[in-house]
């Protein structure tokens, strides 16, 4: 059972760019969440998604972010109009129906804006 | 609105020591605690999840407590090696159907040969 996954590994955009993350959840698994973590600052919460419904977005930035998790394919967290700021690294987790268990964790995506 | 602390922010220790790492939260209405640890640049490795009802889990060296009264939990680290060296980070999810995970900012522990 792969874990999971997201690409690119390593993202780097200029100012004013538009950035795609994606992440594919665990086989099995119905939820995804998006964290980030801004260089020397602690994770994140940003998005709480079930397929096809935002169950939780109140870490998102109001503006320039969006995020998806569609009935067939990979979540996406969408950063439209990239500034220097956004540079972090940003980690999806992915996690079963049953509240108790535990949300599991791809490599994560270096996002750097130059 | 709940909030962890880890203390100590960064811990040097030289190899063998025995070492505890503190995790606090502000809300003891929580549905479980995790522990993860984290290398230079790398992505989150978990290490230790304990549900709100239990007391304690344990994996080869590490030990991590949990007292949902006081908000407090503990993770030992015995023998410490060199390859413990990492940011160990803890983080609790709320109860209710909010699944979101709220972390502390770590502890960076170096472990000197």
């Known amino acids: 059972n792969a874990g999971v996954m997201q690409n690119p590994r390593h993202l780097v955009r200029r100012r004013g760019q538009e950035a795609r993350l994606r992440c594919s959840p665990m086989k099995g698994h119905s939820h995804v969440y998006w964290y980030r973590q801004l260089p020397e600052e602690g994770l994140k919460f940003m998005v709480y998604?079930?397929?096809?419904?935002?169950?939780?977005e109140s870490g998102m930035p109001k503006e320039r972010f969006s995020a998806e998790f569609p009935k067939e394919g990979p979540s996406i967290l969408r950063i439209q109009q990239v500034v220097r700021g956004d540079s972090a690294a940003y980690f999806c987790?992915?996690?079963?129906?049953?509240?108790?268990?535990?949300?599991?964790f791809g490599p994560g995506t270096r996002l750097t804006v130059t | 609105k709940q909030e962890v602390t880890q203390i100590p922010a960064a811990l040097s220790v030289p190899e063998g020591e025995n070492l505890v790492l503190n995790c606090s939260f502000t809300?003891?209405?929580?549905?479980?605690l995790q522990w993860f640890r984290q290398d230079p640049g790398k992505g989150l490795t978990s290490l230790l999840l304990?549900?709100?009802s239990q007391r304690e889990q344990t994996s080869g060296r590490l030990n991590a407590s949990l007292d949902k009264s006081s908000g407090r939990s503990t993770l030992y680290i015995a023998a410490s090696q060199p390859g413990d060296s990492a940011t160990y980070l803890c983080a609790v999810k709320g109860a209710g159907n909010n699944r979101k995970l709220i972390w502390g900012l770590g502890t960076s522990l170096a472990v000197n040969p």
């Open positions: 809300d003891s209405a929580i549905y479980n």
């Open positions: 998604l079930q397929k096809e419904n935002i169950i939780d």
């Open positions: 987790a992915s996690s079963p129906d049953q509240i108790a268990y535990e949300q599991y």
């Open positions: 304990i549900q709100s």
